[in-house]
């Protein structure tokens, strides 16, 4: 009874100890695939897929635009009905795309918009007392609520559709369209390259530290190893710049940024480019003038 | 291959003479380099790890200047062949590619590395694309062209790396072991292409620590010492030889 005590014991200081490298790990490891899912699903034959990014882009821009200035609990859920059956015919997974957007999203804005709902003057639905500071939602105060969160997650539903349906180069490069400069573009997408690369470089290391760990090392020896793998990793992060720098020299580039720009807006582009206005209008006008 | 034709300078692509090159101004890399290359040879550079072949590498492509000596490439002093207008005629003439692919593969998709070079070129964006469309039909990575990076395997990594510097069509390839970390189809794979750019008349140096391979993609040796020089230089069979490699 006390053996199996003490090794109940042993093993939750081990859980304990490498609770942190594990997670570290699968963190790091939960980063990459979701990168290359994101990646793999822009390359699948769907309707959004087929668009170019630059048509998509813009599409985005304009119906997040009109989200955002809509105040109809009616226009909202039918945009989002839209983006259900885009996804469908994009052939994102449905359960992916629901899950991703609202498990965070009730939380992270009911946060934001918890305030404005409880602190409100005039009649209220019911009253909680602190002494002598009184709060409560109001039927108006609960309404606006749900409509600010219907708002984010119409629109956090939009950027995954895009990011699911574009792969992040054709993202950066449609920038340009906008006017971004050129340098900005290559920054981000050299960041977006590299960013791969010393996410497993850390994976590495923890998995090195990880295999080598027997005993129980303290927190002071923890901070210390944290510490000195940031250093080793910006120190490799330094000298790699140097030589992604030179690799560039060596194909002659003189600090002008040029880029292959093969996109072509076709016919189709244009449709769904003026579709995606019309909608917008339309659930504006929902919102302003009919619900 | 005849002594006058190694050393002849007349049709030389690099001519060293008394070469030496210090890191940061302090660490010796390259010590007393004498070496011609003629147009259109196969050279492999052998030597252990710290000998200073990677550095040679850099050195012949431009990336370092020499400490002392002098270094001419195709017939100019390197500090003119290098800088201005020159640059472009030189980047277009020789290619490196790097040990690690990750260091040449910094764009977004492979694509736009392998139209990196003939974009700095200033070519049209047909010919950038006829281009690109050659350099991955030539390393058959065509079906990875919109691919990230990140993706690929380490011997995809290795051939989209020299598609990016194949694109510059350039007369002078370099390539810093191209066969390392590869599994022995990939390679063989890779060696037969090597061969296939020295046929075609391109000027190839390569280092590696494979001696199989050597054989097959070059017609002369140069071993580096630890000393940081040339040991010896020749046909395979000699140099590896005369240098108790």
């Known amino acids: ?291 | 291959m005849s002594s006058e034709a190694i050393t002849s300078t007349d049709n030389a692509v690099f001519a060293l003479q008394n070469v030496r090159y210090l890191y940061n101004d302090r660490q010796l890399a390259l010590d007393g380099i004498d070496l011609t290359i003629q147009r259109g040879e196969q050279v492999v550079l052998l030597g252990a790890n710290g000998s200073g072949k990677s550095t040679l590498l850099k050195l012949l492509d431009g990336i370092y200047t020499p400490s002392a000596g002098t270094m001419h490439v195709l017939g100019q002093d390197i500090k003119t062949a290098t800088t201005g207008e020159e640059a472009f005629r030189f980047h277009q003439e020789i290619g490196l590619v790097f040990q690690d692919p990750d260091i040449q593969l910094f764009s977004a998709t492979v694509f736009d590395d392998v139209a990196f070079g003939p974009l700095q070129m200033g070519l049209s964006q047909r010919e950038v694309k006829e281009r690109c469309d050659e350099a991955l039909e030539l390393m058959e990575i065509t079906h990875l062209a919109r691919r990230a990076p990140f993706e690929l395997s380490g011997g995809e990594k290795k051939r989209a790396a020299i598609a990016s510097v194949l694109s510059l069509k350039p007369e002078v390839i370099l390539l810093d072991e191209p066969t390392a970390a590869l599994d022995p189809r990939t390679k063989w794979v890779l060696v037969n292409l090597i061969r296939k750019l020295g046929e075609a008349g391109k000027t190839v140096i390569t280092t590696t620590h494979e001696l199989e391979i050597v054989p097959v993609i070059a017609r002369r040796i140069l071993v580096m010492g630890e000393n940081r020089s040339i040991l010896a230089d020749g046909t395979p069979n000699r140099s590896c030889t005369t240098a108790n490699y």
Request: net charge positive; aromatic share 12%; charged share 15%.
């Open chain 1, 1 to 291: 009874m006390n053996t199996t005590s003490s090794q109940g014991s042993v093993k939750k200081t081990y859980r304990r100890q490498f609770g942190w490298i594990e997670k570290t790990i699968a963190g790091i490891a939960a980063a990459i695939e979701q990168a290359v899912f994101t990646e793999e699903h822009s390359r699948q034959p769907g309707l959004l897929q087929a668009l170019d990014p630059r048509a998509k882009l813009a599409m985005f821009l304009v119906v997040v635009l009109a989200a955002s200035l809509s105040n109809s609990l009616v226009a909202l859920p039918c945009l989002y009905l839209v983006l259900l059956l885009l996804a469908r015919l994009s052939k994102v997974p449905f359960d992916f795309f629901i899950r991703r957007v609202w498990i965070g999203i009730p939380f992270f804005a009911g946060i934001v918009i918890l305030p404005s709902v409880f602190v409100t003057s005039g009649p209220r639905l019911f009253d909680i007392a602190l002494g002598a500071l009184h709060f409560g939602p109001s039927s108006a105060s609960l309404l606006s609520g749900t409509i600010f969160i219907a708002r984010v997650g119409v629109s956090v539903s939009l950027a995954v559709l895009l990011i699911l349906t574009t792969p992040w180069s054709d993202i950066l490069k449609s920038l340009r369209a906008f006017h971004v400069p050129q340098i900005f573009v290559l920054l981000l997408s050299m960041t977006y390259r590299y960013i791969f690369l010393f996410l497993h470089s850390a994976n590495g290391m923890f998995e090195a530290r990880k295999s080598r760990t027997v005993g129980r090392s303290s927190g002071q020896e923890q901070r210390g190893w944290v510490s000195g793998s940031m250093s080793h990793l910006m120190n490799r992060s330094f000298k790699m710049s140097n030589d992604v720098y030179a690799a560039m020299a060596a194909r002659g580039f003189q600090g002008e940024v040029r880029s292959y720009n093969a996109y072509r807006m076709t016919a189709q582009d244009w449709l769904a480019l003026v579709l995606a206005c019309l909608l917008a209008v339309l659930i504006f006008c929902i919102g302003r003038y009919v619900l």
